[in-house]
């Protein structure tokens, strides 16, 4: 509950002797909960017209002209004849036009989203709703999107309150799939919210809607539902969680069995054992049937949340061959292997073997089991996939492998997953699509791209059932690494599997010759999608277009694209953007921005994409100019243009100005990208002055444990070893600061440079420094670290102790042997018969 901005969880006597705090570590009164919850009731109570009543109340201070297209009788007439999608987006355009025009007179209050509150609800709900964002899923993909931004669009425009009460007045057409999307945008204002009173009257408004569905004979679907409870669950609010159910419940009776799953996660979250207790007895495992479907869910939600302490005594009354759910079973084994439970799992698995319908699922149930033991590396997992199969004398199947092949993928363990998948084909069993998707995606993940090959031989097997998808990853990977020959034998296999060739993977080619700078190879596909009946699509043309320098071209491809019947998409505008500023036409790559058939939509990521090609190109004063004018507009701005403007700034562009920039970045990997590309510039345009003081004020952010921050100092010690006169200062400053402020243990690399730098300052103090931190930071001095400290020595004058060096130096590989001749002919004192270029020393070829 929450009051005051404090919070806890509620007590009860069986959670008293375990207090569990939330992770922001705050607290509040179980009167206080109370309090909450009667508030919430009634406010739950007004419904109906006084919920109407009060929605027209808050669009009282809308505009003159939304009032009248709301309220006007002939204006309502007129809206009901279009769909409500169309109606709604009008409502918006209207409002939307008016508040532009006359802003100074608009009296319509759209609530702060942004707006810091003096306290926090909670931090661990931020976090898991989150986590239920990337979950959740839109089964009717087009429509609810569609709708769900319609909304959202509307909520930011006329604010929260106008858009309830002007879609109240529309209620009455709306689908269910409206009243899923705009249940949803006010679920989201919730999650986002740091104000307790905003995030409850958002929660009140989803309830009204549920009970409009409810009374209007939707049913409520438990895609539209599970997001409310579970909302409610992570915030502990149980008397507002009832209130929903009984809603839920009302509209939906077929739903009271999965009510009961999330009934039981709302106990468990609290910790109220007694509750726990009280539906755990309604188990009793007595029945012949078995389990009922709700008797399954409870005891699907005690799996799901490792509550040992019940489900100790409930498996050992459950009869495993009677339970009916195939994802019961599933959580069960994974329960079962994070608990490394092998006896119990072992007993299961000779149960379900005795029977008809278990033992089909024996296989996959041993590969759940093994992939869910903690401690295990891949192969011991194998290892017991393996074992588990002999012992129980069952053969594994296709989706068992599949798995365990998975497993081994998301462990970045791709060699092995692809002899398991050489495994499965000569014990001839199917590999499925889903099986190839999931060791294509790893090889992209771990960059082992040359482990495609292995994938060809695997594709000639009869065993394999591929899709397009699998083929175009193929063919992709096979351009990474410039194996044109092998993308084309891919084409060619597809009829072995009646498949098509379709764009997308003469893309994958032509881009990979684009790549190579292959200029004839790329406009050679081209030509062979028109042999091969593919039609060129946007991705195609874009890629033509953005490789074009010189404006003829553009033209051509983009008439020859009209020509074809391709809609011009946002990636086209892109395109032309980035090729006529490569052409050196960058008046024309502005215009494009104010063509009329670009939507208004995309402007803003267009601008983004101008500012960028812009500033690489010495037009920065330009970039910049767009860049404030958005900044102003309060538009969005793609991190990647503000980086872009830090990056390509000259020694023109004033310190001050690109700290800005980097603090414009919120997330914190974009932010850490900009400011470190900030130091890089300063340090290169000489200052560097305010560098040691922009790493302490920020040292808060630099040190968290997310971000990883050791690669960009490595960055900049290189920038510091390579620019003249070198700022040893600097760099033995960053050092400490790293070290002592940070905590961080110099990498290799960061020592390499630093005496690279050392070298070229003729530094020999510094030099000895550094030298001893390779055995401070236990990293011993290889042939590289030995030549760099032969440099310091000869470039300081010290002869003698440069000869007494390099006898350490193993002189086996010639390449060594040319580095320490030139290196004495570069950097000592006697004199130079020849002027030679200092450079960095790179790793031995050999």
Sequence with gaps: ?????????????????????????????????????????????????????????????????????????????????????????????????????????????????????????????????????????YKNNGLSRRFAKIFRDSAQKLGTEAMFGAFNRVAKEMSATEYNAMIGVYLEHAEKSNDLDYALDHIEKAF??????????????????????????DMD????????????????????????????????????????????????????????????????????????????????????TKVHSSDLLANIFEYLGRFSLDSVAGNFLWELRGSDEGRKNVSDLISIYSTSTPNLTVEDTILKFNKMHEELDAMPSSTSYEKLVKYSCDSNEVVTALNVVEEMSEAGLTISADILHSLLHAIDEVLEFDLVRRIHSIMCTKSVKPNTENFRSIIRLCTRIKDFEGAYIMLGNLKNFNLEPNSSM??????????????????????????????????????????????????????????????????????????????????????????????AINQN???????????????????????????????????????????????????????????????????????????????????????????????????????????????????????????????????????????FIPSRKCLDFLLHACVNAKDMVNGLLVWKEYQSAALPCNVLSFLRMYQVLLATGDLQGAKELVSKIPKDDIDVQHIIEESLIVYSQAPKKKKLKKKMIGFPTK
């Design 605 to 743: 990521e267009l601008k983004s994409v101008l500012i960028s090609a812009l500033a690489s190109r010495g037009k920065w004063a330009d970039a910049f100019s767009i860049y404030e004018e958005m900044r102003k507009a309060e538009c969005h701005i793609d991190p990647k243009s503000i980086i872009s403007l830090i990056e390509y700034s000259d020694s023109k562009v004033e310190l001050s100005m690109l700290v800005q920039l980097a603090d414009d970045l919120q997330d914190d990997k974009s932010w850490i990208d900009g400011f470190f590309r900030m130091i890089l510039s300063a340090v290169r345009n000489r200052k560097s002055s305010n560098i040691l003081d922009l790493l302490k004020r920020n040292k808060v952010r630099l040190s968290k444990k997310d971000i990883p921050v050791e690669t960009h100092f490595d960055e900049v010690f290189w920038a510091i070893a390579e620019t003249e006169p070198t700022e040893m200062k600097l760099g033995m400053d960053l050092l400490s600061f790293m070290k002592e402020e940070l905590e």
């Design 1 to 137: 509950g929450f009051c005051s901005g404090v919070y806890i969880k509620p007590s009860s006597s069986s959670a008293s002797s375990r207090p569990h705090l939330r992770d922001s570590d705050m607290v509040v009164s179980k009167a206080n909960k109370s309090l909450l919850s009667s508030v919430f009731k009634s406010r739950i109570r007004k419904t109906g017209e006084s919920s109407i009543a009060s929605s027209n109340k808050d669009i009282a201070g809308t505009s003159q002209a939304v009032k009248e297209l709301l309220s006007s009788k002939n204006s309502s007439s007129d809206i009901e004849e279009a769909p409500l999608q169309d109606r709604v987006s009008n409502l918006l355009h209207v409002t939307t036009m008016e508040k532009s025009s006359s802003e100074k007179n608009l009296l319509l209050k759209i609530p702060s989203f942004t707006t810091k509150i003096p306290y926090d609800i909670s931090l661990r709900s931020k976090e898991l709703s989150r986590e239920r964002k990337e979950k959740r899923v």
């Design 237 to 320: 609010m149980v008397d507002e969680f009832h209130s929903f159910k009984d809603v839920i419940r009302d509209a939906s009776p077929g739903s009271v069995e999965r009510l009961g799953y999330y009934e039981m996660l709302l106990w468990i979250q609290i910790g109220d054992g007694e509750k726990i207790e009280e539906l755990c007895s309604t188990i009793d495992g007595k029945s012949e049937e078995g389990l009922s479907i709700l008797q399954e869910n409870y005891l699907l939600a005690l799996c799901k949340k490792d509550q040992r302490y019940h489900l100790q005594s409930l498996l050992e009354i459950v009869d495993i």
């Design 506 to 599: 003469f893309n994958c080619i032509l881009a990979g010759y684009f790549r190579e700078k292959n200029v004839g190879s790329a406009l050679m596909v081209v030509k062979q999608m028109k042999e091969a009946g593919v039609k060129p699509d946007s991705i195609t043309f874009g890629y033509l277009i953005n490789n074009c320098n010189r404006e003829d071209a553009i033209t051509k491809y983009y008439e020859e694209m009209k020509q074809a019947g391709v809609q011009a998409t946002k990636r086209i505008y892109m395109s032309l953007i980035d090729a006529y500023a490569a052409s050196g036409q960058f008046e024309k790559a502005k215009q494009v921005l104010v063509d009329p058939d670009v939507p």
């Design 208 to 233: 009204e809607l549920l009970k409009s569905m409810k009374d209007r004979g939707f049913s409520i679907e438990e895609r539209a539902y599970v997001p409310l409870l579970s909302y409610l669950i």
